[in-house]
């Protein structure tokens, strides 16, 4: 489930192609499980929810040392992302016994050839096909100004449209509908809903077979011919307590009986589902997730072990309100998994890229188009906005570089066009007044503009690591 980013990054890789996980390993991938004891003040600090900050120092196989509140702690890597040393990671609460935490982020410092190889030489399938003709709407809908555009809506400056194709509020509108669903009114907050989606998850999982071995324990499952059979054997072995429980009609009784006397019937068919069902459900009660579920088997297996009738009629009912409050949930779990926590990944990458935006972060956006391949650096700075694009061609490369202030009384733009094609470089010099006019049509001030003819790459190379030397620049997965 990889979204890989520097300081933002793969925008539409975020935004369009990331994978949701597996329900059942949702847990186990993400996770870090401390080995040493944490003191009560330090697990004071750790309330569920809250993202904790946390750099490891060393790594060794599966085990890292890891600084948390000025703290050195070893954990045990349960995910399945590799982490190296130095790598700062974004950390929630998942579970106190024994105590595990989610990793909802990582970062690994970059220099910045690594950056250059994503924008320039990227080798691999890049992550978007771009229609050059859509890249403004592209941006400008990515949802990295959707806040903005919602200010601009209270105060009457873009229409509802405008805010309604933007891919933040398509995904706000998403999360929240389905959230709706589940709980049948209005879910006013994210971490709420991801809280329900997970409560969700816990509850259905496995539950199909939860219910099925359920039923096998108390012979539900059994057709005309095997109940038959059966109670045919249970009368040649002379166990009429057995018989009375089925006259009655009383399946705890009949249950505990079975349990208590599954010697005598493990030859039959009847006995070797009824043992193999009584195992797996042992099994899935150390194995549940859901704390209520879990709760439930404990009571369950006391009763049976203690033959407490009425105690197990009582959480028997109790298993089959829950598990039948879970089938309500079963057809929300597959929405889930197919969309909900791809909707919330996407969001968070949203979120991540503004977060570091906002702290003079840089977007990097390998792309291809009509089967060539490019990339695009978009940094904001304290002052200025600055963006390159790079388009390979077999002929050569044109890349572009801009620079805007971040004002609204000026919308201009200074502009530097590289390209070490002397063909390419002819049309630059010869379309610089049509560039012009384009520029003008869309409201802003061309301020400079400068051709430059490099004799290669590593030229490129060299200018942009002047005009990118100071950026934060980190791979963030």
């Given at each position: 489930m990889e979204i890989r980013r520097v300081e933002g990054v793969f925008l539409q890789h975020a935004l369009e192609t990331a994978q949701g996980l597996k329900a059942e390993n949702i847990s186990k991938q993400m996770n870090l499980k401390l080995l040493t004891t944490v003191p009560q003040a330090l697990l004071e600090t750790f309330p569920e929810g809250t993202l904790l900050e946390g750099r490891v120092v060393q790594t060794q196989g599966g085990t890292l040392r890891v600084m948390l509140n000025n703290q050195e702690l070893v954990a045990e890597n349960l995910s399945?992302?590799?982490?190296?040393?130095?790598?700062?990671?974004?950390?929630?609460?998942?579970?106190?016994?024994?105590?595990?935490?989610?990793?909802?982020?990582?970062?690994?410092?970059?220099?910045?050839?690594?950056?250059?190889?994503?924008?320039?030489?990227?080798?691999?399938?890049?992550?978007?096909?771009?229609?050059?003709?859509?890249?403004?709407?592209?941006?400008?809908?990515?949802?990295?100004?959707?806040?903005?555009?919602?200010?601009?809506?209270?105060t009457g400056k873009v229409d509802l449209k405008s805010i309604l194709e933007d891919t933040k509020a398509q995904l706000l509108s998403n999360i929240f509908n389905l959230a709706g669903q589940i709980h049948g009114g209005e879910v006013k907050d994210i971490k709420t809903i991801d809280q329900l989606f997970g409560m969700v998850l816990k509850r259905t999982e496995n539950l199909k077979e939860i219910g099925n071995l359920l039923r096998t324990l108390y012979l539900e499952n059994l057709n005309h011919w095997e109940f038959t059979q059966f109670v045919?054997?249970?009368?040649?072995?002379?166990?009429?307590?057995?018989?009375?429980?089925?006259?009655?009609?009383?399946?705890?009784?009949?249950?505990?009986?079975?349990?208590?006397?599954?010697?005598?019937?493990?030859?039959?068919?009847?006995?070797?589902?009824?043992?193999?069902?009584?195992?797996?459900?042992?099994?899935?009660?150390?194995?549940?997730?859901?704390?209520?579920?879990?709760?439930?088997?404990?009571?369950?297996?006391?009763?049976?072990?203690?033959?407490?009738?009425n105690g197990l009629r009582e959480v028997h009912k109790r298993l089959e309100n829950f598990i039948e409050e879970g089938r309500r949930l079963l057809p929300f779990r597959e929405k889930i998994e197919k969309d909900g926590l791809v909707w919330l990944q996407q969001l968070n990458a949203i979120s991540q890229m503004q977060r570091l935006m906002v702290n003079e972060g840089t977007v990097v956006l390998p792309f291809k188009w009509e089967g060539h391949r490019g990339g695009m650096l978009i940094r904001t700075q304290k002052n200025e906005y600055k963006v390159f694009i790079n388009l390979n061609y077999p002929e050569g490369f044109v890349s572009a570089l801009l620079s805007s202030p971040k004002t609204e009384k000026v919308k201009a733009i200074s502009l530097n066009l590289y390209t070490n094609s002397e063909l390419f470089y002819r049309k630059m010099e010869k379309g610089k007044a049509l560039l012009e006019s384009m520029l003008k049509e869309e409201g802003l001030q061309l301020r400079a503009l400068k051709l430059n003819l490099l004799p290669s790459s590593q030229s490129l190379k060299e200018v942009l690591k002047e005009g990118f030397y100071g950026a934060n620049l980190y791979l963030v997965v």
């Open positions: 399945d992302l590799e982490i190296k040393e130095g790598d700062q990671l974004g950390l929630v609460l998942e579970g106190k016994n024994p105590i595990t935490l989610k990793i909802v982020s990582l970062q690994r410092r970059l220099n910045i050839e690594q950056v250059l190889q994503f924008v320039l030489d990227f080798q691999e399938e890049p992550p978007i096909n771009l229609d050059l003709q859509k890249l403004q709407a592209l941006v400008k809908n990515s949802g990295l100004f959707y806040e903005r555009k919602l200010l601009d809506f209270l045919r054997f249970v009368e040649s072995i002379g166990k009429r307590e057995i018989l009375e429980a089925l006259e009655k009609g009383d399946k705890d009784a009949l249950l505990i009986l079975l349990s208590k006397g599954l010697k005598s019937i493990e030859d039959t068919p009847a006995g070797k589902s009824f043992s193999l069902a009584f195992e797996r459900l042992k099994q899935f009660s150390l194995l549940v997730k859901d704390e209520e579920l879990g709760n439930l088997f404990r009571s369950f297996f006391e009763a049976v072990e203690k033959e407490d009738a």
